[in-house]
């Protein structure tokens, strides 16, 4: 049968043809091997963990030894890792449909930034006049404070680019840089004006980490993580116009300007939860698209959620990795990520500027 006669029995469009097996075939070996990657962390560590650990809680007994810090330290901190990896991949995927860049990240231009900035000012800020947040509060008030400074910088980003540079993905960059260093620029004054106290507290956000782990936080960002891509799947097919220009998508019936703000407060909340309890993770969401578009093709209702297995793979496997190399020390995770993302983050760059002729 030929694939013309195979393309009208199946209904699919002509690029899909071939790319669904290999889209399952991505899928399944992502969730699998991330299910592998989850066993290891929790196993891995320096405190052993035995196979009678994991039925400590049926037997009332998970308060001490290694089935404490399986249940109350390991087990959490790996799911909050996979949770956060899949959340910054689902951002990088949609914020390079949005801006039509394969360049583009959240951390490169500047919103997870904006949202340390936002956090870093409650942190400083607030306990300097007198008017520190209570420790019951913290948890719900600094992403908050976070999700305000990831929106406001996306909606910078947006409007300054299209003002100075509309249609240049270099002046996209670049005003992303611009924006990420006066936030970072914040930051180091929130630094140099905190207490000892506080600063351990900018430390963490600025190297990023994982150690503060809880159920609940957990919980909180597992559900948000099921709302935003319940959201981002009913955008998937705008987005798939969107690719083909604004004026394109409008003329099929795409509201662009609805679709942009919906993006960005899904974009915007995602990295607010990141950074407010993990702090800065880069590259996250700038490698994991690209480590599925090329098989899978550039639909998003595929590389949505092959973004996320992709994007919770790398995070659990770096942490594990920060974790581990060095026992009983360890290695913030945001330096570990930010090792394995410069040098790709370049390649990407030279294969952006070698498609469009040697200017990127």
Do not use: K
């Amino acid at each position: 049968m030929t694939t013309q006669a195979l393309l009208r029995r199946s209904g699919l469009p002509a690029d899909a043809v071939g790319r669904w097996p290999v889209s399952r075939v991505l899928a399944l070996s992502l969730w699998a091997a991330l299910a592998v990657a989850l066993a290891l962390a929790v196993q891995f560590g320096a405190v052993q963990v035995s196979a009678a650990d994991w039925w400590a809680p049926l037997t009332e007994q998970a308060t001490g030894g290694g089935a404490h810090v399986l249940w109350h330290l390991r087990l959490p901190r790996a799911l909050l890792a996979a949770l956060v990896g899949a959340a910054l991949g689902l951002c990088g995927a949609l914020t390079q449909g949005l801006f039509r860049n394969p360049l583009a990240d959240p951390g490169l231009l500047g919103v997870t930034s904006g949202a340390a900035c936002a956090a870093a000012l409650v942190l400083t800020v607030l306990a300097s006049a007198q008017m520190a947040v209570p420790p019951a509060w913290r948890l719900w008030v600094l992403p908050l404070a976070a999700f305000v400074g990831a929106l406001a910088v996306c909606v910078a980003l947006d409007r300054i680019a299209r003002w100075l540079t509309p249609g240049s993905v270099a002046g996209l960059l670049l005003t992303g840089l611009a924006l990420n260093a006066l936030t970072m620029a914040v930051v180091g004054l929130c630094t140099y004006l905190a207490t000892d106290e506080q600063l351990r507290s900018l430390t963490f956000w600025t190297l990023g980490s994982l150690a503060g782990a809880s159920w609940l936080i957990v919980g909180v960002l597992a559900a948000a993580l099921s709302l935003c891509f319940w959201q981002a799947r009913r955008l998937a097919h705008s987005l798939n116009a969107l690719a083909l220009g604004e004026a394109a998508a409008a003329h099929v019936g795409v509201n662009v300007a609805r679709l942009r703000g919906r993006l960005i407060a899904i974009v915007a909340l995602l990295c607010a939860l990141a950074v407010a309890w993990c702090g800065l993770i880069g590259f996250i969401g700038l490698m994991a698209p690209h480590m599925v578009r090329g098989l899978a093709g550039a639909d998003q209702r595929r590389v949505l959620p092959l973004a996320m297995a992709a994007g919770a793979l790398l995070l659990l496997v770096a942490d594990t990795v920060a974790r581990t190399v060095t026992i009983p020390a360890e290695i913030p995770v945001g330096i570990f990520t930010a090792l394995i993302g410069g040098p790709a983050f370049l390649f990407l760059l030279r294969g952006v500027a070698r498609q469009q002729g040697g200017h990127a």
